[in-house]
C-alpha cells in the first residue's frame, strides 16, 4: 500500500521517498515507493505530471491501493528520491475538478440531477447531467457557481465511519460502505471523491460553461475554469480586437455588423450560383442516346446539375448530364421520373472507375473518361 500524500496535502510540490520496487515494464520502468505525491489516473482525471530525482514521470497508476509510477529511467531498492511536481499543471486540474463538483452540486440542488460522467482534458472539462437543461437554466447554474468562488467557500476533506456514512447525504456514483473520502464544498455539495481540490472556492477564479448539448437523455457540459477559462477570455477578447479592426466595428456594434456582412454575401453568393448556372446552360450541349438524353457542360456544381436534370425529365427515359471538372474527370447526375437508374449507374461506374450512387430514381457521382466514350457507352 503506497501512503497517499496528494489525500491529506494538494499542495505538496516535492517530497523525499524511498524506493520499494523498480522493474523495467513497457514504455520504461515500473517505480513502486512508500509513499507519492503523484495523483495517479481516475475518475476522469489524468495521472499527474513532474519528475523523480532526474527521471521523468511518464504515467501514474493505481491498482489495490499501490500507486506504480512509469519513469525514464531506473532506480535501487532503497533508494531515497525526490519528487518534483509540475504544481502548475497540478494547481490547474485542481481549479476545474473543484468547479466541476461545485457545478454538479449546484444542478443537483437545482434539479435533483446526478453527473453521470466527468472527463478533463488539459483546457476543457466536461460533465453529464442525467436530465435536460434549458439555456436560462444554464445561466444560472453559471452565476451560481462564480457567486459561490466570490464568497471564497471552504473546501473541506473528511473520512466518515461506516456508521457515520449511512446518516449522511452526498453525491457518489459508486454505493461506498467504508474507505469514504468526502470534499464538502461548505453550502454547496459534498461528494465522495479522491482527488485533489483546492482549500477555498474563492482559489477557482473562475467559471465559465462553454458548449453544451443533449446526451443520451441528459445533457454534457463543457467548461473551462482558473486560469483555462482566464486565457479562454483572453482568446476570446483578442478575437473580438481582431473582429472589431477587420469590420471598423466598435466592441458592441460586431455582431450586428458580423449580421449585415453575412446578409450581403449570402445575396452575392446566390447572385454568383445563379450566374454559374447561366454559364452552365449556355455551354451545355445536349443529345438524346436510345432512352437517355445526355448533356455535357463544365464546371458545374452538383445542385446545378440537379436542377437542370430535373427540368429534362420529360426529354426521355433517362436523364444523365456530365460536368467535366479541372482535373478532366467528370461529374454526373442520372435521374429519371418512373425508371430505377441503379443498374445504369452500377455499369457507368464499372466503365469508367467512377464512384456514386444514391435513391432508386436519382444518383450522383464521379467517373474518369471523356466525352466521346461516355457517347459510345450510352450508344451501347
Same mark, same amino acid.
Do not use: W
Given at each position: 500500500?503506497?501512503?497517499?500524500?496528494?489525500?491529506?496535502?494538494?499542495?505538496?510540490?516535492?517530497?523525499?521517498?524511498?524506493?520499494?520496487?523498480?522493474?523495467?515494464?513497457?514504455?520504461?520502468?515500473?517505480?513502486?515507493?512508500?509513499?507519492?505525491?503523484?495523483?495517479?489516473?481516475?475518475?476522469?482525471?489524468?495521472?499527474?505530471?513532474?519528475?523523480?530525482?532526474?527521471?521523468?514521470?511518464?504515467?501514474?497508476?493505481?491498482?489495490?491501493?499501490?500507486?506504480?509510477?512509469?519513469?525514464?529511467?531506473?532506480?535501487?531498492?532503497?533508494?531515497?528520491?525526490?519528487?518534483?511536481?509540475?504544481?502548475?499543471?497540478?494547481?490547474?486540474?485542481?481549479?476545474?475538478?473543484?468547479?466541476?463538483?461545485?457545478?454538479?452540486?449546484?444542478?443537483?440542488?437545482?434539479?435533483?440531477?446526478?453527473?453521470?460522467?466527468?472527463?478533463?482534458?488539459?483546457?476543457?472539462?466536461?460533465?453529464?447531467?442525467?436530465?435536460?437543461?434549458?439555456?436560462?437554466?444554464?445561466? =444560472? !447554474?453559471? &452565476?451560481?457557481?462564480? *457567486?459561490?468562488?466570490?464568497?471564497?467557500? +471552504?473546501?473541506?476533506?473528511?473520512?466518515? #465511519?461506516?456508521?457515520?456514512?449511512?446518516?449522511?447525504?452526498?453525491?457518489?456514483?459508486?454505493?461506498?460502505?467504508?474507505?469514504?473520502?468526502?470534499?464538502?464544498?461548505?453550502?454547496?455539495?459534498?461528494?465522495?471523491?479522491?482527488?485533489?481540490?483546492?482549500?477555498?472556492?474563492?482559489?477557482?477564479?473562475?467559471?465559465?460553461?462553454?458548449?453544451?448539448?443533449?446526451?443520451?437523455?441528459?445533457?454534457?457540459?463543457?467548461?473551462?475554469?482558473?486560469?483555462?477559462?482566464?486565457?479562454?477570455?483572453?482568446?476570446?477578447?483578442?478575437?473580438?480586437?481582431?473582429?472589431?479592426?477587420?469590420?471598423?466595428?466598435?466592441?458592441?456594434?460586431?455582431?450586428?455588423?458580423?449580421?449585415?456582412?453575412?446578409?450581403?454575401?449570402?445575396?452575392?453568393?446566390? =447572385? !454568383?450560383? &445563379?450566374?454559374?448556372? *447561366?454559364?452552365?446552360?449556355?455551354?451545355? +450541349?445536349?443529345?438524346?442516346?436510345?432512352? #437517355?438524353?445526355?448533356?455535357?457542360?463544365?464546371?458545374?456544381?452538383?445542385?446545378?446539375?440537379?436542377?437542370?436534370?430535373?427540368?429534362?425529365?420529360?426529354?426521355?427515359?433517362?436523364?444523365?448530364?456530365?460536368?467535366?471538372?479541372?482535373?478532366?474527370?467528370?461529374?454526373?447526375?442520372?435521374?429519371?421520373?418512373?425508371?430505377?437508374?441503379?443498374?445504369?449507374?452500377?455499369?457507368?461506374?464499372?466503365?469508367?472507375?467512377?464512384?456514386?450512387?444514391?435513391?432508386?430514381?436519382?444518383?450522383?457521382?464521379?467517373?474518369?473518361?471523356?466525352?466521346?466514350?461516355?457517347?459510345?457507352?450510352?450508344?451501347?
Amino acid at each position: 500500500m503506497t501512503v497517499k500524500l496528494y489525500e491529506n496535502d494538494a499542495y505538496i510540490k516535492e517530497f523525499e521517498a524511498t524506493v520499494l520496487s523498480c522493474n523495467e515494464t513497457k514504455g520504461g520502468f515500473a517505480l513502486i515507493l512508500d509513499k507519492t505525491a503523484f495523483f495517479p489516473e481516475g475518475g476522469g482525471q489524468q495521472a499527474d505530471k513532474g519528475t523523480i530525482n532526474d527521471a521523468t514521470v511518464i504515467d501514474v497508476q493505481i491498482k489495490d491501493e499501490v500507486i506504480t509510477h512509469t519513469v525514464d529511467k531506473a532506480f535501487n531498492v532503497g533508494d531515497t528520491v525526490t519528487g518534483t511536481l509540475d504544481f502548475k499543471t497540478r494547481f490547474s486540474r485542481m481549479q476545474g475538478h473543484t468547479g466541476e463538483h461545485l457545478v454538479s452540486g449546484i444542478i443537483h440542488t437545482m434539479f435533483g440531477y446526478d453527473n453521470l460522467g466527468f472527463h478533463m482534458s488539459e483546457k476543457t472539462l466536461t460533465l453529464d447531467p442525467s436530465g435536460m437543461l434549458s439555456d436560462d437554466d444554464i445561466k =444560472e !447554474i453559471e &452565476k451560481r457557481a462564480n *457567486q459561490a468562488i466570490y464568497e471564497n467557500k +471552504e473546501i473541506s476533506v473528511s473520512y466518515p #465511519t461506516p456508521d457515520e456514512i449511512t446518516s449522511l447525504n452526498y453525491r457518489s456514483k459508486l454505493d461506498l460502505t467504508e474507505g469514504v473520502r468526502l470534499v464538502t464544498i461548505d453550502g454547496y455539495d459534498v461528494c465522495a471523491c479522491c482527488a485533489p481540490h483546492v482549500h477555498r472556492t474563492g482559489e477557482i477564479g473562475l467559471i465559465k460553461i462553454i458548449d453544451y448539448i443533449q446526451y443520451k437523455g441528459g445533457m454534457r457540459l463543457t467548461m473551462v475554469c482558473g486560469i483555462n477559462a482566464f486565457e479562454d477570455y483572453q482568446k476570446l477578447h483578442d478575437d473580438s480586437k481582431e473582429l472589431m479592426h477587420l469590420l471598423s466595428a466598435s466592441r458592441d456594434k460586431v455582431v450586428e455588423f458580423v449580421n449585415r456582412d453575412h446578409d450581403v454575401i449570402g445575396a452575392q453568393k446566390a =447572385e !454568383i450560383n &445563379k450566374l454559374k448556372q *447561366q454559364l452552365s446552360l449556355s455551354q451545355l +450541349e445536349t443529345k438524346t442516346i436510345g432512352n #437517355t438524353y445526355c448533356g455535357f457542360t463544365k464546371g458545374a456544381s452538383f445542385d446545378d446539375m440537379r436542377s437542370i436534370t430535373n427540368s429534362n425529365l420529360n426529354k426521355a427515359q433517362f436523364v444523365a448530364l456530365f460536368s467535366e471538372n479541372e482535373d478532366s474527370s467528370f461529374s454526373y447526375v442520372v435521374a429519371s421520373a418512373e425508371n430505377d437508374v441503379r443498374n445504369l449507374v452500377k455499369a457507368l461506374n464499372e466503365n469508367f472507375l467512377g464512384k456514386g450512387g444514391g435513391r432508386p430514381n436519382y444518383a450522383q457521382g464521379k467517373i474518369t473518361g471523356d466525352k466521346n466514350s461516355i457517347e459510345k457507352f450510352f450508344e451501347n
